[in-house]
């Protein structure tokens, strides 16, 4: 069946350091979403991909869609205490999200 | 506008009583999703609805869960007979269509004792 993968799954850094994680489905999608959560909250949707080899940017956080449409990664530069949550990317076949484990990111002030 | 509403936010209920779980969507939008998050955890998909679809039940645990969407807005989740392993913020999120991107709700959290 569908599923979509994510590494790391805890992530520590100090502020200022970089952060990336890394998303992998076992089939091609149409469309890869990111979506943060911070501490007690809902997911909050950041950014659609949608084209083979894509990326947006949005202020410090990279997007990137792979050529095969299969992985994906979000690349925070200079992260700060703001950042900190849990990131989801959700792979879409069709109709429905493959959510993958998510990566809690921790950012030491 | 308004987000996506749900309610109660928060359910204590005891082993083996029902409950309901109530979802209002984001006017306009046609899909309707329910997810289960445990603490610490990602989203376990439960159903889906579309429109005048049937709905798609596959992520739904057992037959103790059950899930209704009325004149294609509103939505209930039901869970019969509960469990201590029922114990989780059930999220709800509704989109414009299918694969839109989702906005969720602010979830119900249910602890079974």
């Known amino acids: 069946g569908q599923q979509v993968m994510q590494i790391p799954q805890y992530q520590h850094v100090q502020e200022g350091e970089d952060f990336t994680t890394y998303c992998n489905s076992s089939?091609?999608?149409?469309?890869i979403q990111w979506y943060k959560q911070r501490p007690g909250g809902h997911p909050v949707f950041l950014i659609q991909?949608?084209?083979?080899?894509e990326v947006k940017k949005q202020k410090r956080l990279t997007f990137q869609f792979g050529e095969a449409k299969k992985n994906s990664s979000l690349h925070i530069t200079a992260t700060q205490t703001t950042d900190v949550g849990t990131y989801f990317c959700?792979?879409?076949?069709?109709?429905?999200?493959?959510f993958g484990t998510g990566t809690s990111l921790t950012v030491i002030p | 506008g308004a987000g996506v509403s749900q309610s109660p936010s928060n359910k204590v209920t005891e082993k083996g009583k029902d409950v309901e779980l109530r979802c209002d969507p984001i006017s306009g939008h046609t899909a309707l999703y329910w997810y289960r998050q445990s603490l610490g955890q990602g989203l376990e998909f439960l159903i889906y609805?579309?429109?005048?679809?049937?709905?798609?039940k596959s992520g739904l645990p057992s037959d103790r869960f059950s899930a209704e969407r009325t004149g294609g807005s509103v939505s209930t989740l039901t869970i019969q007979r509960t469990q201590q392993e029922d114990s989780a913020v059930y999220l709800c999120?509704?989109?414009?269509?299918?694969?839109?991107?989702?906005?969720f709700g602010n979830g119900t959290r249910l602890t079974v004792t």
């Open positions: 089939t091609t999608l149409s469309n």
């Open positions: 991909l949608v084209k083979s080899g």
């Open positions: 999120a509704s989109s414009l269509d299918g694969p839109a991107p989702l906005h």
């Open positions: 609805f579309q429109g005048n679809s049937a709905p798609d």
């Open positions: 959700a792979g879409v076949p069709g109709n429905q999200f493959y």
